[in-house]
């Protein structure tokens, strides 16, 4: 269902990126302590993961924000990783919240952005 | 405003965007070899310059650009995301690209405003 424009000068709830963040280490921690990095498994983990964190944030009900969870999950053999994103958007209304999981097999970056619709 | 807008001008063509990705990818990494010490400044390099070119584009889009550069060392790496969002005006675009020494991931989501 299509969302028409509200006319609102600002959101009447914000979105929060503490509990986001709470979500989101939730959700790592519960899934993948004492996980081993498995080939097959990761792929359906990490849907898993995004979807699982998805629910979540939707539930906290932030009316008008659509929600983009990315979920990234590497084994650990000494190699170099490095993670990074920017956004176009308005600072005001839009933010993200982002979490970092090591176990000695593998780590797992999320990371949550809530984008308002005007 | 946006109902005079035509369609085209106002969705999200992954053709498009894939071209502004790899062009940044290449211009910012190609024919170079994984230094631990550059690797921040790459990262930051192509995401700008995708973010450069897609807001230049000039559509009513929020853009949202991750980049991640893993050096070839035979680990493995996986990727997901979900997205709640209206299937009609919003869209993503994920590129793979590698060299000898590293791969190259960047995912560009665009959220209509």
């Known amino acids: 269902v299509p969302l028409q424009p509200t006319y609102r000068m600002e959101p009447t709830t914000y979105f929060v990126t503490s509990e986001a963040y709470k979500i989101i280490k939730n959700v790592l921690e519960k899934h993948l302590d004492g996980f081993q990095y498995n080939s097959k498994c990761c ?9 699982d964190i998805k629910d979540q944030v939707r ?4 009316g008008r924000y659509k929600v983009v969870v990315t979920v990234f999950i590497g084994e650990r053999k000494e190699q170099g990783v490095m993670v990074a994103s920017r956004c176009a958007w308005d600072v005001k209304t839009d933010t993200f919240a982002t979490y970092t999981f090591k176990n000695p097999s593998l780590f797992c970056t999320a990371s949550v952005y809530g984008v308002y619709l005007e | ?12 063509v ?13 211009g910012a990494i190609g024919g170079n070899t994984y230094q631990h010490n550059k690797v921040n400044q790459w990262t930051s390099n192509v995401v700008e310059q995708c973010l450069n070119q897609l807001t230049k584009l000039g559509k009513p889009f929020k853009y949202i650009v991750t980049c991640v550069i893993m050096q070839k060392n035979g680990a493995g790496l996986h990727t997901a995301s979900s ?7 919003d869209g993503s675009c994920t590129i ?3 060299n000898k020494t590293m791969y190259c991931i960047v995912s560009v989501f665009g959220l209509a405003i």
């Open chain 2, 83 to 89: 997205c709640y969002w209206d299937n009609t005006t």
């Open chain 2, 96 to 98: 793979r690209w590698e």
């Open chain 1, 59 to 62: 539930h906290l009900n932030f």
């Open chain 2, 14 to 26: 992954i053709d498009e965007v894939t071209t502004i990705i790899k062009e940044a990818v290449e």
């Open chain 2, 1 to 12: 405003m946006d109902d005079f807008q035509s369609a085209e001008e106002t969705a999200f």
């Open chain 1, 43 to 51: 792929q359906t983990m990490t849907t898993l993961l995004s979807d």
